[in-house]
Protein backbone atom coordinates (compact mmCIF):
# COMPACT_ATOMS: atom_id res chain seq x y z
CA UNK A 1 0.00 0.00 0.00
CA UNK A 2 1.40 3.74 -0.90
CA UNK A 3 1.10 6.50 1.63
CA UNK A 4 1.99 9.85 0.81
CA UNK A 5 3.11 12.09 3.90
CA UNK A 6 3.80 16.14 3.63
CA UNK A 7 5.27 18.15 6.30
CA UNK A 8 7.14 21.04 6.13
CA UNK A 9 4.28 23.44 5.42
CA UNK A 10 3.89 26.93 7.50
CA UNK A 11 3.25 30.06 7.43
CA UNK A 12 5.74 32.81 6.32
CA UNK A 13 6.21 36.42 5.09
CA UNK A 14 6.59 37.43 1.09
CA UNK A 15 10.47 36.74 0.21
CA UNK A 16 10.84 33.76 3.23
CA UNK A 17 11.41 29.96 2.53
CA UNK A 18 10.19 26.89 3.41
CA UNK A 19 10.92 23.31 2.49
CA UNK A 20 8.94 20.82 1.90
CA UNK A 21 9.52 17.10 2.13
CA UNK A 22 7.02 13.89 0.98
CA UNK A 23 7.97 10.93 2.93
CA UNK A 24 6.74 7.51 0.72
CA UNK A 25 6.65 4.21 1.83
CA UNK A 26 5.25 1.39 -0.24
CA UNK A 27 6.73 3.70 -3.15
CA UNK A 28 10.69 3.93 -4.53
CA UNK A 29 11.06 8.11 -4.69
CA UNK A 30 14.74 8.04 -6.05
CA UNK A 31 13.37 6.30 -9.86
CA UNK A 32 10.09 7.50 -10.22
CA UNK A 33 7.82 9.78 -11.60
CA UNK A 34 6.22 12.47 -8.94
CA UNK A 35 5.29 16.02 -8.43
CA UNK A 36 4.08 19.07 -6.30
CA UNK A 37 0.65 20.36 -6.79
CA UNK A 38 -1.04 23.01 -5.54
CA UNK A 39 -4.44 24.13 -4.60
CA UNK A 40 -5.89 27.19 -3.21
CA UNK A 41 -9.06 28.23 -2.45
CA UNK A 42 -11.59 28.44 -5.51
CA UNK A 43 -8.96 27.88 -7.99
CA UNK A 44 -8.32 24.63 -9.62
CA UNK A 45 -5.45 22.44 -8.67
CA UNK A 46 -2.08 22.99 -10.20
CA UNK A 47 0.83 21.38 -11.15
CA UNK A 48 4.19 23.30 -9.40
CA UNK A 49 6.73 21.48 -10.63
CA UNK A 50 7.57 17.58 -11.85
CA UNK A 51 10.02 14.75 -11.84
CA UNK A 52 10.68 12.56 -14.65
CA UNK A 53 11.99 8.92 -13.56
CA UNK A 54 15.44 9.69 -15.17
CA UNK A 55 15.82 12.90 -12.50
CA UNK A 56 14.82 15.98 -15.28
CA UNK A 57 12.33 18.48 -13.50
CA UNK A 58 9.73 20.45 -15.15
CA UNK A 59 8.83 23.78 -13.47
CA UNK A 60 5.43 25.57 -13.71
CA UNK A 61 6.49 29.41 -15.02
CA UNK A 62 5.13 30.75 -11.63
CA UNK A 63 7.56 29.14 -9.54
CA UNK A 64 10.47 28.83 -12.21
CA UNK A 65 14.08 30.00 -10.46
CA UNK A 66 12.40 30.13 -7.37
CA UNK A 67 11.80 26.95 -6.30
CA UNK A 68 13.27 23.50 -6.62
CA UNK A 69 12.60 19.92 -6.40
CA UNK A 70 14.76 16.90 -5.40
CA UNK A 71 15.11 13.40 -4.10
CA UNK A 72 16.75 12.42 -1.11
CA UNK A 73 17.02 8.13 -1.89
CA UNK A 74 18.16 7.56 1.90
CA UNK A 75 15.01 9.09 3.00
CA UNK A 76 12.98 7.99 0.66
CA UNK A 77 11.36 11.15 0.15
CA UNK A 78 10.18 14.02 -2.34
CA UNK A 79 11.73 17.49 -1.81
CA UNK A 80 10.40 21.28 -2.31
CA UNK A 81 12.54 24.21 -1.78
CA UNK A 82 10.63 27.24 -2.11
CA UNK A 83 12.59 30.27 -1.99
CA UNK A 84 11.30 34.03 -2.62
CA UNK A 85 7.60 32.98 -1.61
CA UNK A 86 4.83 35.52 -2.40
CA UNK A 87 1.79 35.69 -1.43
CA UNK A 88 0.09 34.32 -4.67
CA UNK A 89 2.16 30.93 -3.42
CA UNK A 90 0.05 30.26 -0.52
CA UNK A 91 -2.32 27.34 -0.91
CA UNK A 92 -2.46 23.67 0.84
CA UNK A 93 0.70 21.62 -1.17
CA UNK A 94 0.52 18.33 -2.23
CA UNK A 95 2.80 15.48 -2.59
CA UNK A 96 1.86 12.97 -5.95
CA UNK A 97 3.16 9.73 -7.43
CA UNK A 98 2.99 8.32 -10.49
CA UNK A 99 2.63 4.13 -10.67
CA UNK A 100 3.81 4.19 -14.57
CA UNK A 101 7.07 5.80 -15.67
CA UNK A 102 6.93 9.65 -17.36
CA UNK A 103 9.33 11.54 -19.02
CA UNK A 104 10.06 15.29 -18.50
CA UNK A 105 7.36 17.88 -18.80
CA UNK A 106 4.23 19.06 -17.81
CA UNK A 107 1.56 15.80 -16.32
CA UNK A 108 -2.16 16.72 -15.63
CA UNK A 109 -3.10 15.46 -12.09
CA UNK A 110 -5.17 12.54 -13.33
CA UNK A 111 -2.33 11.06 -14.61
CA UNK A 112 -0.86 10.85 -10.82
CA UNK A 113 -2.38 7.28 -8.85
CA UNK A 114 -1.26 8.32 -5.09
CA UNK A 115 -1.85 11.68 -3.26
CA UNK A 116 -0.87 12.90 0.03
CA UNK A 117 -2.98 14.47 2.29
CA UNK A 118 -1.52 18.11 1.99
CA UNK A 119 0.53 20.51 4.18
CA UNK A 120 -0.52 24.25 3.87
CA UNK A 121 1.82 27.22 2.68
CA UNK A 122 0.45 31.10 3.65
CA UNK A 123 2.59 33.75 2.89
CA UNK A 124 1.81 37.04 3.82
CA UNK A 125 2.61 40.25 2.54
Known amino acids: QVQLVESGGGSVQAGGSLRLSCAAS????????MAWFRQAPTKTREGVGYIANDGRTTYADSVKGRFTISRDSTKNTLDLQMNNLKPEDTAMYYCAARSTSCGPGYWPAFVFNYWGQGTQVTVSS
Open 26 to 33: GYTTSTSC
